[in-house]
């Protein structure tokens, strides 16, 4: 399934990688991912994400940025260049400005949710049981905890989970 083929009045978790392709201008997915988003902007979709999404998109983003400003780039060298205020400055600008964009969203079709650690504990045994790393684990738990069964993303390895159904963005 599509995300253009989402018309439920129910909500969806959104993955992190939506919003990666949307902010990041990804030639392939960042058309799709973005109507879909201008859906969640326009209240027409009702959509979730927990603090560990927004956690995954910003660092993306902050590391996308800074790996053009550093040659050789890994995280060793951003964590010390991070130590230069005006690096600093130059590589959370997008993070900043991509932050308000979600917090904006919130005040139309998002909900952030919370994260306790029942659903902690609930993302081991899922993780185990579907293969999932702790990440993923977490955002399938939160799904269950809040009865969410749709779900935006183009991670595969959320295919073989059976209590969900997974909406992809599409190459247009």
């Not at 439920?8 to 990666?20: G, K, P, Q």
């Not at 949307?22 to 960042?30: E, F, G, S, T």
């Not at 295919?159 to 247009?172: G, H, L, M, Q, S």
């Amino acid at each position: 399934m599509f995300l253009s083929d989402y018309t439920s009045d129910e909500c969806i978790f959104i993955d992190a990688n939506i919003f990666i392709y949307n902010a990041l201008d990804n030639p392939i997915y960042a058309g799709s991912c973005s109507d879909f988003l201008m859906l969640v902007e326009t209240d027409k979709i009702k959509a979730v994400i927990t603090p560990m999404v927004m956690d995954e998109v910003l660092f993306k983003i902050l590391v996308a940025e800074a790996s053009q400003h550093i040659d050789k780039f890994n995280i060793w060298n951003l964590k010390k260049k991070m130590k230069d205020p005006i690096f600093s400055s130059v590589v959370y600008k997008p993070v900043k400005e991509y932050n308000e964009y979600l917090i904006e969203l919130t005040y139309a079709g998002l909900e952030i949710l919370d994260i306790n650690e029942r659903t902690i504990k609930k993302s081991i045994i899922l993780g185990e049981k579907y293969g999932l790393l702790t990440t993923d684990a977490i955002h399938l738990a939160a799904m269950k905890q809040y009865k969410i069964i749709y779900l935006a993303s183009n991670d595969s390895d959320f295919d073989k989970v059976d209590f969900i159904k997974v909406y992809k963005p599409t190459n247009r």
